[in-house]
């Protein structure tokens, strides 16, 4: 199983970003999705996350400005940031806890995506 993060960049403060991260592999089910990101000398933290049915929940710093989404049948799931500021410069990395075909659930992470916020 592998996923793979895309759509990271540089961007000025006010600016947008969409990232994606695909998931692949030997995938019987996913169940949450998720987006965390670490910026430098910080802890990694969780931005968002998503449910299988589209239940949604976000860190209170990026309420308002980002939109997690997913596509079910393509196993991707989206991460839409508006009004970006420096504060949101870092790694965005993500996640999925999903049942492979052998019947077991395990939490796989997608290498990180670097977003940088210019001021």
């Known amino acids: 199983v592998q996923l793979q993060a895309s759509g990271g960049g540089l961007v000025q403060a006010g600016g947008s970003l969409r990232l994606s991260c695909v998931a692949s592999g030997s995938i019987f089910s996913i169940n949450d999705m998720a987006w965390y990101r670490q910026a430098p000398g910080k802890q990694r933290e969780l931005v968002a996350r998503?449910?299988?049915?589209?239940?949604?929940m976000y860190a209170d710093v990026v309420k308002g400005r980002f939109t997690i989404s997913r596509d079910n049948v393509k196993n991707t799931v989206y991460l839409q940031m508006n009004s970006l500021n420096p504060e949101d410069t870092a790694s965005y990395y993500c996640?999925?806890?999903?049942?492979?075909?052998?019947?077991?659930?395990?939490?796989?992470w997608g290498q990180g995506t670097l977003v940088t916020v210019s001021s």
């Open positions: 996640n999925a806890n999903l049942m492979k075909y052998d019947r077991r659930w395990g939490i796989y």
């Open positions: 998503i449910s299988s049915s589209g239940s949604t």
